[in-house]
């Protein structure tokens, strides 16, 4: 388990906080924190969400979004309430691998973002609760860095999708540092189908010599079986092995990406 250092901002609320990261898999709601009573969890520091028995009470207190409860198929989606119309500064630890002394550093990854009611005339990003129209808040992104002793490096990718910031970061430490966590592993990759911004890593470090046979998206089905891990990017476990092959559907390797 993992502290991650934030200061949360809204209308109501202007506070330091802790957010806890249990590190777990991404369909376990890994992050929480709590404010004001309210607890939130979320599987990505940017999706936070409360639980139906909490809702009403969080509703008083925070900007909740009611989603859900329209007919998919046979079946009614259920509700769900994410936090919106806050700001977060936060920081995340990672591991980084010095090159010259072949020594592991505590880096600080730290990402600003903030979300305001949608400007509709943007593209719309859509939810129904319902059968009404509701919309999800647009956010803007200050801040995605990292920080290694007393060096700063900037993305310049301003976005909460930790696979395009990492990528820039990892080509800006490159080859003094490199990041040493599930991002940066031989094993790991990201879906053919898509992903989330943060924490849908895919760990194959259960099918490795197969995973290493996928040189395109069709081997990728071929090959690969579901007996995955679904893990953050920042994650590191005692099995990692850095990518210095271009092998894998993803074929990234220090900082340059060859994917398929």
Known sequence: MKICKA??????????????????????????????????KGSTIADFQVTDGDAEKASEKFYIMKAGGFISGDSVVPYWYTLLRYSLDV????????????????????????YTEHDHSKTQCLYYCDDERVYHDDVTVNEFSLKIGGKKFDSSKKTLYFESALMDLQRQISPEYYLKCCF???????????????????????QKDSYLKVNSKDE?????????????????????????????????????????
Do not use: W
């Open 91 to 114: 920081e995340i630890p990672v591991t980084v691998f010095r090159r010259s002394d072949s020594s592991d550093l505590l880096g600080m990854i730290r990402v600003s973002f903030e």
């Open 7 to 40: 200061h949360y901002k809204d209308k109501n609320h202007d506070a330091v906080i802790d957010i806890i990261n249990t590190e777990g898999e991404y369909s376990s709601d890994p992050l929480s924190f709590t404010l004001d009573g309210i607890t939130f």
């Open 184 to 206: 940066t592993c031989q094993y790991s990759d990201y879906s053919p189908y898509g992903c989330d911004d943060y924490g849908c890593m895919l760990c194959y470090r259960k």
């Open 220 to 260: 990728y089905f071929e090959y690969l079986t579901d007996d995955y891990e679904i893990r953050q990017e920042t994650y590191l476990c005692g099995e990692y092995d850095p990518r210095t092959r271009c092998e894998g559907y993803r074929g990234y390797v220090d900082g340059i990406s060859h994917t398929k």
